[in-house]
């Protein structure tokens, strides 16, 4: 265990539903990350928050919209996805202007797009 | 833009061997470079940190070297063991950013 947890850790949608994809961390971190990871590609960064701040948009597009309430959670909106949008999702979290430290990073969530 | 290689993208080996994984990268301006373990389904494990101003850095059978000026990495996996297979992940966070760009990975098997 990292100390990241994620919910739901699998996930079945349509392409017109809306879901909510979660992120907690109680590592007392004040830097969380959303990345992608798709078959056959590195793993992709999409957001970055610091301090419940947006310092970081990796040109995502916006049918997928975080919302960082705290500096514990870290959600990701989903709304009208594609099927090239099915991808593990992990999470991560660091202590806030440590680039000098490593992320934690959680499970995943692993989203399937119908 | 910064690009991380793995290569090769799998390897099988029998119980016993010491490994070399390798990992290239094309900007030398980073912070640090980090190994990552995933194993089937999950998340990522960070193995080993190496800050762009060291050379090595061990944690008990693994040791990871640092040539920034070649963009060169190598993590040493010694006396391999079944539970050492996994996706190996090598990763830098470049200079002035906080972005980690990762390599597409390395699976090991390692059989009994």
């Known amino acids: 265990e990292t100390g990241v947890t994620q919910t739901p850790r699998h996930l079945v949608m349509g392409m017109t539903n809306k879901k909510s994809l979660k992120c907690e961390q109680h590592l007392g971190h004040n830097a969380m990350y959303w990345y992608k990871q798709s078959a056959k590609k590195p793993l992709e960064l999409m957001f970055v928050y610091n301090f419940k701040e947006q310092t970081e948009n990796n040109s995502v597009p916006s049918r997928f919209s975080p919302e960082c309430p705290n500096s514990s959670h870290l959600f990701l909106h989903l709304h009208t996805l594609q099927p090239e949008d099915s991808a593990l999702y992990l999470c991560?979290?660091?202590?806030?202007?440590?680039?000098?430290?490593?992320?934690?990073f959680g499970p995943g969530t692993r989203l399937t797009v119908l | 833009k910064q690009e991380v290689t793995q290569i090769p993208a799998a390897l099988s080996v029998p119980e016993g061997e010491n490994l070399v994984l390798n990992c290239s990268f094309t900007?030398?301006?980073?912070?640090?470079l980090q190994w990552f373990r995933q194993d089937p389904g999950k998340g990522l494990t960070s193995l080993l940190l190496i800050q762009s101003s060291q050379r090595e850095q061990t944690s008990g059978r693994l040791n990871a070297s640092l040539d920034k000026s070649s963009g060169r990495s190598t993590l040493y996996i010694a006396a391999s063991q079944p539970g050492d297979s996994a996706t190996y992940l090598c990763?830098?966070?470049?200079?002035?950013?906080?972005?980690?760009?990762f390599g597409k990975g390395m699976k090991l098997t390692v059989n009994p």
């Open positions: 990763a830098v966070v470049q200079g002035g950013s906080e972005k980690l760009v």
């Open positions: 900007d030398s301006a980073i912070y640090n």
């Open positions: 991560a979290s660091r202590p806030a202007g440590g680039l000098t430290d490593t992320q934690y």
